[in-house]
């Protein structure tokens, strides 16, 4: 396969994740290496990691949206909104769009499969949330309108969204019908606020 422009900036970033992508789906993460990703992308082994620190973030590359929707949630939200319900907010609004970080979408169903096989992409998800953990309690640290307990408040709130998060993945896998998954999905998302605001907002 004749080589793409290695300096394609984002045009290769997406190339290379549309092809690892479908390596993965098609035959499992821990069955394709980064070269071949690199071949059938048509640049270089260095040339992927230029644009991924690990093999991991080939599939699991939403975590940048993540964490600017969290920083987003703080940074922007009116003067008069105070920072739980501007997440509230944001997370009903990835809700309502079916957004890819809702896991609403039936196409996520092989994406989680593939994570679920995967010990790496598991141990790697893990460890994504709890960098976006320490995003969240380090912008609130930072928002002298916020006078919580922003190190809770961050725990609390990204392992409640994991946790909604993993069920809707479960029962995506399971094949439940969209109605049913979403209507369980927006109800733990209003129990997850509800708990928020009683137990740690203030």
């Not at 479908?22 to 990703?37: D, H, K, Q, S």
């Not at 230029?50 to 964490?67: G, M, Q, V």
């Amino acid at each position: 396969m004749p080589r793409t422009s290695e300096r394609g900036g984002p045009q290769t970033r997406a190339r290379i994740l549309e092809v690892a992508n479908r390596l993965f789906l098609e035959r499992g993460y821990e069955a394709v290496t980064v070269a071949e990703v690199a071949r059938e992308a048509g640049v270089s082994s260095v040339t992927v990691f230029n644009h991924f620190a690990r093999k991991e973030d080939l599939f699991l590359d939403r975590a940048a949206d993540a964490t600017d929707l969290l920083r987003a949630a703080v940074r922007d939200r009116a003067p008069d909104v105070d920072v739980l319900t501007s997440l509230q907010d944001m997370a009903f609004r990835v809700f309502d769009e079916r957004a890819p970080l809702s896991g609403l979408s039936v196409r996520s169903v092989p994406f989680f499969r593939t994570i679920a096989g995967s010990p790496a992409l598991i141990a790697r998800a893990r460890a994504i949330g709890a960098e976006l953990q320490t995003t969240l309690a380090d912008e609130l640290s930072q928002d002298p309108d916020f006078d919580g307990d922003g190190v809770l408040l961050a725990a609390f709130f990204i392992a409640g969204y994991s946790a909604v998060l993993v069920e809707t993945a479960r029962r995506r896998v399971e094949g439940e019908s969209d109605k049913a998954v979403a209507k369980d999905h927006r109800a733990r998302l209003e129990r997850l606020f509800t708990a928020l605001r009683d137990g740690v907002a203030h």
